[in-house]
């Protein structure tokens, strides 16, 4: 009897799992403002975010070279990966103090607990080795992530949503991005 | 007469003959692209009427107005910076042949860097010209050197000391414009073209300005605009509008601290929002194989399209290629966007260009389709 009741028990426990897990595959949380958004890697594609962020009229302030100390007051950290080598060349700095920079933002925004979004909107032209470093470094920690499709063709940002247990939106463009940002801080 | 006479008499014979046959190929460089300006074409100056020294030398070249009498702003399109980057020089060929003026002006230089295309680069093996068929005749165009010719500014220097900056760079690259803004009027031949451009830019009182440039498949930055921090919004606006067209774009911006290309030096020397735009050449990339007219026009490269397949490439390369068609509908349709981002920004100063071929058009019917 007590054996039955453990394997009835067990089997419920299964299929409740189960059935969460379909019917809520990592719900995706809420975001609240104010709104940083930096880069990491130094794209341009931060200037699109902000665009992104002013078609879903959600208020954010943008510093692509934004700084542990740039988190005051702050709720959400969206973070806009890709790399640009014109881009760390507009910022005056190498790739290594751009990937500790990011690195610091990021650990300091854990500590806060701050959400963290994160966009990759470049499409290939922010992959490959010298993006996939920060891209990889911003996906990690994310608590959202929002991909343009053509930038997870290999499923790069499919595998660390998996793995990491990360709610992902993948939209076919840009402009998409905007529905699932208004979104993400609808009250 | 005896016999090694004979023989050293025909030596001097043949040799005559490929000299006059190499002399002819290497005159035929000198002689002008013929580009026929279209209705909307109001005034034809020349770029000496803004710095002297330039005229009567092969520096000197066509600047093309386009005036709709109408107040608005005014845009200038420089395609020839680098001439061995034919859909810039082709895209302002289309704009001076076929583009009407509505509001505002359009100032075009197709080939801004006219003595880059006398001559082409050493060990390239590129074609001397191409052609393509419009609806009356065959055309045929010159296909240049990245940089200025050598003659005109024999030799180059060892390090380049970019002026007024100082900034050093190879010395091959004293002869590339687009390292040589702002200029100086005594300066080598390439600075005083450089000169003249910002010399057109102020007098003119231009307010947006295209650079029209291409780029070799594996290099980071293709089928991307280019912008100075002060016209960054007006860039991702129309990234959105090429994006909803299914035209993807990437958007990089101009670096402070690197001198001399044009969206750096217009755009802090003068009230301009400056615009540099690339596509995607494959007779530029080192992967390339068979290099001739073919590969200009049509861009078909099995190396690209076998790099495409083991994920070598950051842009998708198939059967199709990059035809210069599409590499030309790129250009105008990423102008035509950033001319309405900036009018959004600036509604004050209105500036519509009619008659420009559609990106699916100039697809589908060809690019001689729009040339005369």
Request: with cysteine; aromatic share 6%.
């Amino acid at each position: 009897m007590k054996r039955t009741s453990i394997l009835i028990i067990t089997a419920i426990s299964v299929l409740l799992i189960a059935a969460t897990t379909i019917l809520f595959p990592q719900s995706k949380p809420k975001f609240d403002q104010p709104v940083l958004i930096t880069s990491a890697g130094q794209s341009a594609d931060v200037t699109i975010a902000g665009m992104i962020f002013k078609r879903a009229n959600v208020q954010a302030k943008a510093i692509p070279l934004a700084k542990a100390a740039d988190l005051e007051g702050v709720k959400t950290l969206v973070v806009v990966a890709g790399f640009s080598s014109k881009g760390l060349g507009a910022a005056g700095i190498s790739r290594e103090q751009e990937l500790a920079r990011v690195q610091s933002i990021l650990q300091e925004a854990r500590e806060k607990k701050l959400k963290i979004m994160t966009l990759h909107i470049g499409g290939k032209a922010r992959r490959g080795n010298q993006s996939d470093d920060f891209n990889k470094m911003a996906a990690e920690v994310a608590s959202y992530l929002l991909v343009v499709k053509q930038g997870n063709e290999d499923q790069f940002f499919s595998k660390i949503a998996a793995e990491k247990k990360i709610p992902i939106d993948l939209v076919d463009k840009i402009v998409d991005a905007v529905q699932p940002v208004a979104k993400a801080f609808e009250k | 007469m005896e016999r090694h006479h004979i023989t050293a008499l025909c030596m001097l014979i043949v040799i005559a003959v490929v000299c006059t046959l190499a002399g002819r190929e290497f005159l035929k460089m000198y002689e002008p692209d013929e580009i026929i300006p279209g209705p909307g074409v109001t005034k034809v100056d020349n770029l000496s009427s803004y710095s002297g020294d330039l005229a009567g030398t092969i520096s000197d070249t066509k600047v093309y107005v386009l005036d709709s009498g109408k107040p608005g702003a005014t845009a200038l399109v420089l395609g020839g910076t680098h001439p061995n980057e034919p859909a810039g020089f082709m895209t302002a060929v289309v704009l001076t042949e076929h583009a009407f003026v509505r509001e505002g002006r359009v100032i075009v230089i197709p080939q801004v860097c006219s003595s880059g295309f006398t001559c082409t680069d050493p060990l390239e093996g590129y074609p001397q010209s191409y052609s393509i068929q419009t609806k009356s005749k065959i055309r045929s165009f010159r296909f240049g050197a990245r940089g200025s010719n050598p003659l005109t500014e024999w030799p180059d220097p060892l390090v380049f000391l970019q002026y007024p900056s100082g900034q050093q760079l190879s010395g091959n690259e004293v002869r590339n414009l687009n390292r040589s803004y702002p200029g100086r009027p005594d300066g080598t031949v390439t600075e005083r073209v450089a000169y003249a451009v910002m010399q057109l830019i102020e007098r003119e009182n231009v307010d947006i300005a295209f650079d029209l440039h291409e780029a070799a498949p594996e290099i980071p930055i293709i089928n991307a605009i280019v912008t100075h921090e002060k016209g960054k919004d007006a860039a991702a606006s129309a990234l959105f509008t090429l994006e909803s067209e299914n035209l993807q774009f990437a958007l990089e911006m101009s670096p402070p601290n690197f001198h001399g290309l044009s969206h750096r030096e217009w755009g802090d020397r003068s009230a301009v929002f400056p615009y540099l735009m690339e596509t995607s050449n494959p007779i530029q990339g080192r992967l390339r194989g068979v290099t001739n007219e073919a590969l200009v026009v049509q861009g078909i490269d099995r190396k690209y399209f076998e790099a495409a397949q083991i994920g070598s490439m950051r842009i998708t390369y198939d059967l199709e290629g990059e035809p210069l068609a599409r590499r030309v509908g790129r250009h105008l349709r990423g102008l035509q966007a950033l001319l309405g981002a900036y009018m959004e920004s600036t509604p004050e100063k209105r500036i519509v260009v009619d008659s420009v071929p559609e990106y699916e058009e100039i697809l589908a019917r060809g690019l001689g389709d729009f040339l005369h």
